[in-house]
């Protein structure tokens, strides 16, 4: 039998956040989907989506008594239903070199997903190329060499402040000539200027197609779970800029549960790659959606 809730979601609903061994059951009435809407918006899942699985809840249910269990149950169904489809690992193509193009805002951890992915490519027995495209940020590619180094894959940068696209065009050849699987290219997060960087992302797309049509294959969004509802407005910005493909949710190790992931998932359906847990090379985990819905859950 499943053990009674205590602090999640349904537990605090029905027990109050403390531990109850009777695991007492109430109504499913305005009063308790209305309290349930007002935790699902507290755990980031924004207002829209919490009203969606409040409504999917109640569907059938409405003056039935449950148990903190079986709430349980219903939520975490509920959420694995929503976040299943788009809990995808990013998709490998037999096209070499596979170009993954990495945006995202400053800080939201994009030089430690690509080092952790350049790992984990590494070990698959693939080989790997980094281009350090956010060339205007001396720290940033220092930082890349940093992890290109752990990861035993080689950091393609230039000059400080030089043409991001010139050095994409330089890793596709280098990329290419090598027989590379696959080249990361970084991106600048400056959204301070957003047609600079519209500018600077569409001419480095151009620039790459001139080698391969197809390219870049893949274009990740790098968002970082501690920004809560943030992450909505990144991505409608982001898809503005770019042709996002799929997310990387960093910083779910810290005290954010990333409720926004449910948000993001209801609202643009976008394949969610990996989940950054930590700050070491092993760091990114698949995203599982039963796991995932379970630990929201609580
Ligand atoms: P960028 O500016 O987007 O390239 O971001 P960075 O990759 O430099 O990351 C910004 C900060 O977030 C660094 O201090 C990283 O160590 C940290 N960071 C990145 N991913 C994670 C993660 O999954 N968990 C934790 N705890 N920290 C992370």
């Known amino acids: 039998p499943a053990p009674a809730a205590t ?52 569907e059938g249910r409405i003056g039935r008594r449950v148990s903190s269990t079986e709430l349980k149950e219903l939520l975490a169904a509920e959420i694995a239903r929503i976040m299943t489809p788009v809990a995808r690992p990013l998709p490998i193509y037999p096209k070499k070199p596979q170009v993954v193009l990495v945006v995202g805002v400053n800080g939201s951890g994009k030089t430690t997903t690509i080092g952790k992915l350049a790992s984990q490519f590494k ?3 693939k080989n790997v190329v980094i281009a350090a495209g956010d060339t205007f940020r001396a720290a940033a590619v220092e930082q890349l060499q940093v992890w290109g180094r752990r990861a035993g894959v080689p950091v393609m940068v230039a000059a400080q402040g030089s043409d991001p696209a010139s050095l994409a065009f330089d890793a596709m050849t280098r990329a290419e000539a090598e027989g590379a699987d696959l080249l990361m290219i970084d991106t600048a997060g400056r959204l301070q200027n957003r047609q600079d960087l519209m500018e600077e992302l569409a001419k480095i797309v151009r620039v790459i197609r001139k080698k391969d049509p197809d390219a870049p294959h893949n274009t990740l969004l790098v968002l970082d779970a501690t920004t809560g509802q943030n992450a909505l407005s990144q991505v409608e910005t982001f898809r503005k800029l770019a042709d996002v493909s799929g997310l990387v949710m960093t910083k779910l190790d810290g005290t954010a549960r990333g409720g926004v992931l449910v948000a993001l998932a209801d609202r643009f359906g976008l394949p969610i790659h990996a989940i950054g847990v930590g700050e070491q090379i092993d760091d990114l985990d698949a995203f599982d959606a039963e796991e995932f819905a379970r630990a929201l859950v609580g």
């Open 7 to 58: 602090g999640g979601l349904a537990g605090r609903l029905l027990g109050r956040g403390d531990a109850r061994p009777d695991d007492p059951r109430r109504a499913l009435d305005d009063d308790m989907l209305e309290e349930l809407e007002d935790m699902l918006v507290q755990a980031d899942l924004g207002v829209e989506t919490a009203l969606r699985v409040t409504a999917n809840i109640a």
């Open 123 to 125: 070990a698959a027995g």
